[in-house]
């Protein structure tokens, strides 16, 4: 039994790693392209092929898996070859600046205070996924989780917590209506979501239009979680927007987008 849980745990990060590179290659070239994703997959533990790499001839399946990987990818291979998306297929260019990107947050993580760039960037496609798929009240409690992390992570990231170094510059914020002065970790923590978004604005990392519709995801997920709310696609569509642009400002990144039709 145990290596049994061992296993399984093993290829849940193996799955991880993959959708977060996955999610960087789209994110790229979706950003590149100034397209919307067009159903994108989300692997489970009954979708994992056994392969290997041998020099000289590429990677290798067992006629077991390469048939079931053909069966899952054939139709969309073959859809890619309509006129109709024509910007579907992901160019080498595109492959290797998402890549590069992957690499690039794995390499920061160490200097990120509160978060893991990686589970941010998993979350964002899950999130992705369940929009598309019109699950606009699931898409939007996962996105209030990401961005309300990333926001946490972005007050030690812009400098405003005392005894942590900055990580980010920002210049000349236009919005900024009063001292950036650093507060400690014990009143980050009291902040909460509506401090820490008000704190930003006022130290001008966040500008007006962003804290609007922040705010909104907030109103948005409260409604949901304490009101029974539900929500709809038009919503959980403007929260990944709003996801977005939080990460460009927490990552330091702006070359991509998970955002899905």
């Known amino acids: 039994m145990g290596n049994n849980e ?29 397209i919307a994703l067009d ?9 994992i092929y056994n392969w290997v790499e041998v020099p000289d001839h ?12 053909r069966d899952r990818l054939g139709p969309r291979v073959a859809e890619l070859k309509k006129r ?42 899950q999130a992705m996924i369940l929009h598309g798929r019109q699950h606009a009240s699931a898409s939007i409690a996962l996105a209030a989780v990401v961005v ?28 900024r209506t009063g001292p950036a002065t650093p507060i400690s970790r014990r009143r980050l923590k009291e902040l ?18 962003l804290v609007q519709r922040v705010e909104n995801l907030r109103q948005t997920r409260n409604a949901l979680m304490h009101g029974g709310a539900d929500a709809v696609p038009k919503q959980s569509g403007e929260a990944l927007t709003a996801v977005r642009d939080i990460l460009w400002l927490c990552t330091g990144e702006c070359g991509f987008q998970l955002i899905v039709g």
Do not use: W
Not at 39 to 47: A, H, Q, T, V, W
Not at 192 to 209: E, H, Q, R, S
């Open 6 to 34: 061992a296993i399984v745990s093993l290829q849940i990060d193996r799955l991880r790693m993959a959708v977060f590179v996955t999610a960087c290659i789209y994110g790229v070239h979706s950003k590149r392209n100034h």
């Open 148 to 175: 309300e992390s990333a926001l946490e992570e972005l007050m030690f990231a812009s400098g405003l917590v005392s005894g942590v170094a900055k990580r980010l510059d920002y210049t000349a914020p236009a919005n």
């Open 58 to 69: 590429g990677v290798l399946l067992p006629e077991f898996d390469s048939n079931r990987l």
């Open 84 to 125: 109709q998306f024509v910007l579907s297929s992901i160019s080498v260019d595109d492959l290797t600046e998402g890549l590069a990107f992957a690499d690039r947050l794995l390499r920061a993580t160490p200097t990120y205070t509160a978060v893991d760039p990686m589970a941010m960037i998993v979350m964002t496609y």
């Open 39 to 47: 159903r994108p997959l989300f692997p489970g533990l009954d979708e």
């Open 192 to 209: 909460g979501f509506n401090g820490t978004i008000n704190t930003l604005k006022t130290a001008g990392v966040l500008n007006d239009y």
